[in-house]
């Protein structure tokens, strides 16, 4: 038997040149040794398959290497040869080939069973560099459908069943291979359901006998319509398949009996031209059924499918669906994508269809002009769904995402309360920074916490336009509230400063004169800098007089603490000083920004001496249980010897402090000096650092950098 199929092998690569037949046979024996003590679930042995797969990418002449991954393409899995041995031995195309294979059955194990989805077949898609993977991909599974009665196993049967019709006939589908998509899809429906296909063939075969010859007769009266107008074309007819009925059946919500177009024919013409002439003598003789015409040609599918469909009432009375195709278009609808490799001379085809069919023979041209290897791969690269990403949850369901996506992108993908809650994300088990760029195949899980929220930083990284127009309605919304809450605090306290009462008269009295129907709004604009407290105290009485002190009062009990606030909402800490929690620290209100917060020595502060009603007395909410992580910057002069920076980086780390960014300012050869940004809890936490890195002796001096 396997002899047999030897010598068929050998007799359908007749297209190929002898280079290309020298790698296939080479796989061929590669292949049959590596897998020389295995057998198939049937009994066979198991290189049957592998010639069976190869067998049918020569019906869709295929290029040698492709047919040689097809031979190869469980020897990875399943033998002891590795992607390096097959790279070795036939080079990096080849190599490339099995290798996608191979990440493909990877996918198949991660995903949900469940629950493949479109979402998956786009993984599949999208992760695949090399159009031809998927074609053996195709082509092995194909194979294994029609050997599936031999697994024992009858849920292991149904769940290939279920793989193949919702995964890999959509995706002969999607690459036009209408040949594999209908071979795919009869024999996964004989599995899954077997007496539903039974009842459709049973129907079929009572039909049949009633009316013996009713698709000859109606295709022969088809044909002498054309042969009257002088058309030379060819006119094929069928029943539908069982699956196609069943669809149908399914989909309209429809009995067997009401079904009328279960015939299906398909009229073969020399050119484009010619299709809307066969089409306009079937209209002209023939009643057509509104809304079932469609123009496929002007205006082809996704996937490079033309044609003209209509229904009429036929011969007969009977209602027939007729499909108007060239000879060009026939071959795309019968093997899609794999029309590149079957046309090897374009000058055969007609000019017209030439130019109809362009992007066919564009992409085989360039991929026939390619100079070597490595040409050849990127001139045969699929370039569909470049533009999205498709990851895994935990339980194997697929998400899809835009490209460059975060695991903030995929927070909000799975639930709005997830991604409000996240505080990092683990990528493929590994615990990853949450602006981590994902690729395709990662899979991902949100690590949530209660106490957390958004963050402003968010917005930076976030991808999905619908991720971002959520957190700024949330900011918006949030920042609304801090502000009221922030203006608030300010407003009382600046009042019982100047010892004056905010009661209900002087609000009511404040919204009268600021035209406002809520006091929120008035907190609102005073949180946000937009008016400060000494102009509504104007306002309200018109004889005070602001006298600002000679000398600024970091007074703690009449501070305005940042109690239930967040940093980069309702106030911003400076970035010349980055201040600590545990700092004294000093408010300087700025116009639609809000408030600043600088350390009370930041000199930056000079700059404010002239407007001293811009400044806040503040301090910290020490009763916060959840305090993020600050960034704060020391400036470190090291001995210049081996092993100094090492020391320095270990008491940091010793210490619980990450190091996020390094900077050499100066080098000499006996020194170093170094900026180090280091995140901390607080003040007292850096206070730690610093005392721990003066106790290194390669340490000659460190300061905290502040303005």
Known sequence: MVTKIFDELDNLTNYLNNNDKAIVLKALKISEKAHSNQLRISGDPFIIHPLEVAKILTSIKLDGNSIAAGLLHDTVEDTDLNIDDISQMFGDQISLLVQGLTKINKYSLKANKQKFGE????????TTQDLRVILVKLADRLHNMRTLKFLKDHNKRINIALETLEVFAPLAQRLGMKEWQDELEDTAFKIINPDARNSIIDRLEYLKSKDENIVDEIRYELKKNFIEEDLTCKVEGRIKSPYSIWNKIKNKNISFEQLSDIMAFRVITNSTRECYRCLGIIHRKYSYIQGRFKDFISAPKSNGYRALHTSIMGPKNKKIEIQFRSNVMEQIADFGVASHWKYKDPKNIKEKDRREYSWIHDLMDSMNSSSNQDELIENSKLKVFQNDIYVFTPKGDVIELPKNATPIDFAYAIHSEVGDKCVSAKINEKTQPLKTILKNGDQIEIITSQESQPSPLWERFAVSTKVKSQLRRFFK????????????????????????????????????????????????????????????????????????????????????????????????????????????????????????????????????????????????????????????????????????????????????????????????????EIIIDIEVRDAYHLQNIIAALRLLSEVSSLDRIKG
Do not use: Q
């Not at 979402?119 to 999208?126: C, G, T």
């Not at 909410?621 to 960034?631: I, K, R, Y």
């Not at 960014?661 to 020194?671: A, C, G, L, P």
């Open 119 to 126: 979402n998956y077949k786009k993984l599949i898609l999208a």
């Open 477 to 672: 919304s949030k920042k609304r509230e801090e502000y009221i809450i922030f203006g608030k605090e300010i407003l009382n306290s600046f009042f019982k400063k100047e010892n004056y009462e905010l009661n209900i008269s002087t609000k009511n009295k404040i919204k009268s004169i600021y035209k406002v129907s809520s006091i929120n709004n008035i907190y609102e604009l005073v949180g946000s800098g937009n008016i400060t407290a000494v102009s509504v105290i104007k306002k309200i009485f018109p004889e005070y007089n602001f006298i600002p002190p000679s000398k600024f009062n970091n007074n703690m009990e009449k501070s305005v603490k940042l109690k239930g606030l967040t940093a980069g909402m309702s106030y911003h800490l400076a970035g010349c000083c980055s201040p600590l929690n545990g700092d004294n620290i000093v408010g300087i209100v700025t116009a639609g920004i809000g408030v600043a917060v600088h350390t009370i020595d930041c000199k930056t502060l000079t700059s404010y001496a002239d407007t001293p009603d811009r400044w806040l007395n503040i301090s910290w909410d020490n009763h916060n249980t959840f305090n993020p992580l600050l960034t704060s910057r020391i400036n470190v002069v090291l001995i210049n010897e081996p092993g100094s920076l090492g020391k320095v980086t270990t008491v940091i780390a010793k210490n619980n402090g990450n190091i996020s960014n390094i900077n050499f300012s100066n080098r000499k050869t006996d020194f170093f």
